[in-house]
């Protein structure tokens, strides 16, 4: 608990304006996309990178707890003070576009921006920003790089961790410390921006961001595959890499997504489809967007597919991604519980990683719709509890989540492919890890933060 | 004390998305989540829990809502965060009372021939207090009151009122175009900022309608739909008025085609949320839900049921001026209405669309506009930024409570050289 000296101690710091610990401000930053509720003793609006180093040193001086909060649109509890303590929230006054530095192709940002935002500002100025989560428009770079977010484009582009090209970031103590240089090569130390990335919030607050861009390619194409089952599909899309193609996404819906969309939205989509690949190609050149499209539809063809379709324009692209874009809200109808966990595998062990899945589900009689990456093996698994309020049925489902990571492991996957580990996943960290692997993690912590005042408790550590 | 609303009911629901946070009108002004759709729904939950009081705080937090609707629009499982937002605004109103202001404002609403009274005299004596700026039909404050701030650009009273100026039927139709399917008759709901200030729409609407030889009626009885009480938690104000206006609007709806309104904010309040507000008066309910179909914003009536548009493409093209729509939060979110002004204005006016013609205003209602201008001018500055973008000299949208609001905010951006418009006034001085 903080006491009234804290209090004032925080107001000096950010003036009283940006300290909240009414209760009501207790209440709003409690909870994040989990759903999952821990009160916070209170809240802080730093307005820079300085208010952060002071509030930093001394919740290090006097051991309290600080976890650092985006928009709160996280999906693993990422940003949930789980242990008490201060919510350090970063999207009130630390949400701006520094500098897009045209020649080095670099966007500068505090960590508040919203993704889209920035997206948005680059493509402006003809440049291009990859990382697309799901919730692009309501998430916060900041929180992005703390959960090392990924997205559709992934496939093709690659995930946050690939477009950090330095961070600032305040350490425990209050220190300012530099990751990373304005660089394309840059082997000079350890590669602390790579460990920061991905670190929840555990290890620094981040506060400036620079990050990688591209030039935005002009063409782009949706097509959509449809196949009599997923084994096929997947061929399908092992075939057209292979070949050639390098679509910016290929998302699978499986048959118990197609018939979701079906039946809860009114879909005209063929009985007979056991699965579905939807997605973009781009390119500068139409011809080389013709050729891939090309590629696709031959493999396509090779591994059974039943139809192949391309958008001729923004309209007809818009109705071939609504199942894709609508598949999470079609799934409910199989359940009022969803546990939803979007485990990875190596792209080659999908079609064994779906077989185990259902097979589990079955085990314990629940559907288990799934969809997702299949271009990068990051599948979004659906436990479908049907009756959410029966104790019985719950506790089989998290039984039946605990044996799909234990199967997606040893299939040599991971826990998480974009959402992170947080308080949702770090019961399971030890199936993913050895003693001595989350003896290093621990060790890590450590050596940033000796306290453990920064979101302690997430990732198991 | 009676028993609490049941606000769980629709805010547990909530799966903490976090979709509606970008879309928040007061959100992206404050950037406090305890101002923000999700925050909203959390915090009533808790207030029907018992977890906080309706303190000051809460008070506060609850009043700071636009209303707009953006977050309700977004939401994927569709929750009405309005709705217990103005549920909220009664018990607040109960516990704490309405300013003395608001209270006289009602009840000039409830009171239709005063209010007539009070607007002639403030026609004769606003030149004391305000200087008129006819082309905009904006008066500026010669000095500060304790609700209204000397910077601000008000709407002022027209000599005669809408109603007060036409007779109750205009005849302007052969009756031989009479037909089983349809009377060639709609009855015009005005709304008060029409009725009093704004009365060239009225006049417009009268215009557009005799040129079409469609028969009006003028039904005089009308009274406030209750907007400005419901959006600030006077129910008791709302009830009388839905109440007096439902049973005079049967007396004649059968003999009419429709009854239309030029205003976004009125007819919302009348085809959706009259059925919201007597969730819990079945009989009153299934009276307001009969006469709803009915019940039809301008524009829309007038494209989808008479020749206007091809009566429009027949006229000259207006070269001098270029116009830029904005959506009211009433006519989009709520009914769906955005193509239809667009499309009958573009067969005589370039048009040229801002950056985001989806964002709220800012007006907010009557708390916003007076306790809480503050909030309401910061809202209104970026729609001001995006309109002076588009190098529009025409500004319009079919809702005064938009007009007013577009129009100060225009004003203190120093935009000078737009005038808005109501889509009704364009047409009208084409035809």
Redesign the interface.
């Known amino acids: 608990m903080l006491n009234k000296d804290d209090i004032e101690a925080f107001s000096n710091i950010v003036t009283s304006e940006n300290i909240k610990s009414?209760?009501?401000?207790l209440?709003?930053?409690?909870?994040?996309?989990?759903?999952t509720r821990y009160e916070p003793d209170a809240v802080i609006?730093p307005r820079s990178e300085d208010d952060i180093s002071k509030v930093l040193k001394y919740c290090n001086e006097h051991k309290i707890v600080i976890v650092p909060r985006g928009?709160?649109?996280g999906f693993t509890g990422g940003a949930l003070p789980a242990n008490g303590g201060i919510v350090l929230?970063l999207?009130?006054?630390m949400?701006q576009l520094l500098e897009i530095d045209m020649e080095n192709m670099l966007g500068i940002v505090q960590p508040g921006l919203?993704n889209?935002d920035f997206q948005k500002a680059v493509e402006e100025v003809g440049l291009f920003y990859p990382p697309d989560p799901a919730?692009e428009?309501?998430?916060t770079l900041g929180g992005n790089v703390a959960e090392n977010a990924g997205g559709m484009r992934a496939a093709k582009y690659g995930i946050t961790k690939d477009y950090v090209v330095a961070l600032r970031a305040v350490l425990p103590s209050g220190e300012i410390i530099v990751a990373g240089k304005k660089t394309i090569k840059d082997v000079a130390g350890f590669n602390i921006a790579g460990i920061l990335t991905g670190s929840e919030g555990a290890l620094a607050v981040i506060t400036e961001i620079t990050l990688k861009l591209i030039p935005k390619p002009k063409h782009k194409k949706t097509y959509m595959g449809i196949f009599p089952n997923v084994e096929n599909a997947m061929n399908a899309v092992f075939k057209s890499l292979a070949s050639g193609a390098n679509p910016v996404a290929m998302e699978f819906l499986d048959a118990l997504v197609i018939k979701a969309v079906r039946e809860k939205f009114n879909i005209d989509l063929p009985e007979k489809a056991g699965a579905i690949l939807i997605g973009d190609v781009d390119g500068n050149m139409k011809d080389d967007l013709d050729t891939q499209l090309n590629i696709l539809e031959e493999s396509f063809k090779e591994n059974g597919s039943i139809d192949f379709v391309t958008a001729q324009n923004d309209e007809e692209a818009a109705k071939l991604w609504f199942s894709r874009k609508n598949a999470s809200?079609a799934v409910t109808i199989y359940g009022t519980k969803k546990l939803n966990e979007d485990i990875s595998v190596p792209r080659s062990k999908l079609p064994e990683a779906l077989a185990g899945i259902y097979k589990i589900g079955e085990k314990y009689g629940f559907n288990v719709p799934c969809f997702g990456h299949s271009g990068d093996g990051n599948i979004h698994v659906n436990v479908m509890v049907p009756d959410k309020d029966n104790e019985q049925q719950m506790h089989d489902g998290h039984k039946a989540i605990k044996e799909i990571f234990q199967y997606v492991v040893d299939l040599g996957g991971t826990l998480s492919g974009e959402h992170g580990i947080g308080t949702a996943k770090a019961p399971f960290m030890d199936i993913a890890f050895t003693p001595s692997e989350m003896e290093l993690f621990r060790s890590i912590k450590k050596a940033f933060d000796p306290n453990n005042i920064l979101n302690p408790g997430k990732m198991g550590l | 004390m009676t028993k609490k609303y049941n606000y769980t009911k629709i805010t547990d629901p909530c799966?903490?998305?976090?979709?509606c946070?970008?879309v928040c009108t007061i959100f992206n002004i404050n950037?406090?989540?305890?101002t923000?759709p999700r925050?909203f729904l959390?915090?009533l939950g808790?207030y029907e829990k018992g977890?906080?009081d309706l303190d000051q705080?809460?008070k506060e937090?609850f009043e700071t809502c636009f209303l707009c609707t953006n977050c309700v629009d977004i939401c994927?499982?569709d929750i009405p965060t309005d709705m217990v937002i103005e549920q909220v605004r009664n018990d607040i109103a109960k516990k704490y009372g309405i300013a003395w202001y608001k209270k006289a404002f009602f009840f000039l609403l409830r009171h239709r021939k005063i209010m007539d009274l009070m607007s002639k005299l403030g026609y004769v004596f606003q030149t004391c207090g305000l200087k008129i700026d006819k082309e905009k039909q904006s008066a500026l404050p010669r000095f500060s009151l304790p609700i209204v701030k000397k910077d601000r650009a008000l709407p002022f009273a027209d000599k005669t009122s809408f109603l007060n100026k036409y007779p109750e039927f205009i005849q302007n139709s052969q009756s031989k175009w009479q037909t089983i399917e349809t009377k060639n008759k709609v009855a015009i709901f005005i709304g008060c900022m029409g009725n009093y200030t704004y009365t060239n729409i009225g006049d417009s609407l009268i215009k557009i309608l005799n040129k079409l030889e469609i028969d009006v009626m003028i039904p005089k009885k009308q009274l406030c739909c209750g907007a400005p009480a419901y959006f600030t938690g006077d129910f008791d104000t709302v009830d009388y008025l839905v109440k007096k206006n439902i049973a005079y609007f049967e007396t004649f709806v059968d003999d009419v085609d429709a009854i239309i309104i030029p205003e976004a904010t009125c007819s919302a309040m009348i085809n959706i949320d009259w059925v919201h507000f007597l969730h819990d008066q079945p009989e009153w309910k299934e009276r307001a839900a009969k006469l709803a179909p009915k019940v039809q914003m301008a524009t829309k009536w007038l494209e989808n049921n008479t020749k206007l548009k091809e009566m429009l493409a027949g006229k000259n093209k207006n070269i001098n001026d270029l116009v830029t729509y904005h959506d009211p939060c009433h006519a989009k979110k709520m009914q769906g209405i955005s193509k239809e002004p667009r499309a009958l204005l573009s067969q005589n006016y370039e048009m040229k669309e801002m950056s985001d013609p989806n964002r709220c205003c800012g007006f907010g209602g009557v708390t916003m506009q007076s306790e809480k201008y503050h909030l309401a001018r910061a809202a209104g500055l970026p729609k001001a930024a995006m309109i002076r973008d588009t190098k529009a000299n025409i500004v319009s949208a079919e809702c005064s409570a938009c007009r007013m609001q577009i129009t100060n905010s225009l004003h203190v951006s120093d935009v000078k050289e737009v005038i808005f418009k109501n889509p009704i006034e364009l047409i009208g001085e084409v035809l």
């Open positions: 009414d209760k009501a401000h209440i709003a930053y409690c909870y994040d996309a989990t759903r609006f928009y709160g649109s929230s999207d009130r006054h949400d919203v889209m919730s428009a309501f998430s809200p | 799966i903490k998305c976090g979709k946070k970008p950037k406090d989540e305890t923000s925050g959390e915090l808790a977890d906080i705080n809460a937090i994927p499982i």
